[in-house]
């Protein structure tokens, strides 16, 4: 068994992490020191945020915004160019991978990043994960995507589309399967009251 105060060596904390150039960092904030991330001064940090082991956050273009009482796992993937915001209470379990852009696979252009920007057709587009939004391990999520409030997507998931709020998804591509409780929404403020 791993003792608390060891299990924090792996984490960066808040205050480490204000020396690393992010536009904001709240309180209360731990990243995992094995993961990677560019564009520091494109992402804001709200506060309670844990970002675990190999993650990759790319963000040389676009922005990150990051709410707070967000957990993203292990080995996600972020990829910022066209806009990626997480609202509050959301969380990203392991492997979720997120994209707001995306190269044109339709033939019409070349593809990948080694090709000079005029014989590129790249898609560039937000993605807005709703607040109590969660997403099962290994989901893709592609560009121009609003998850609506309180809705969750299964494992293995692919998300192409906008999804309404308070639904349970899952598929590839997703597809409705039911609705969700807001029995959390209760929890919420007595947690919001408690802090």
Known sequence: MIKENQNEKG????KELLDFGFKIVGKNVKIAKNSKIVGFEKISIGNNVRIDDYVTIICADGYLKIGNHIHIGSHSHISCGGGVVLNDFCGLSQGVK??????????????NPTIPKEFLNVKKKSVNIGKHVIIGSGTVVLPDVSIGEGSCVGAL???KK????WNMYFGA???????????????????????
């Open 11 to 14: 984490y960066y904390n808040s």
């Open 98 to 111: 997120i994209y707001s852009t995306s190269d044109d696979y339709s033939g019409v252009s070349l593809t």
């Open 157 to 159: 998931s692919l998300v």
């Open 162 to 165: 906008s999804l309404e709020s």
């Open 173 to 195: 591509p997703v597809k409705k399967i039911g609705s969700r409780q807001k029995n959390l929404l209760e929890m919420e403020k007595k947690l919001l009251k408690k802090i």
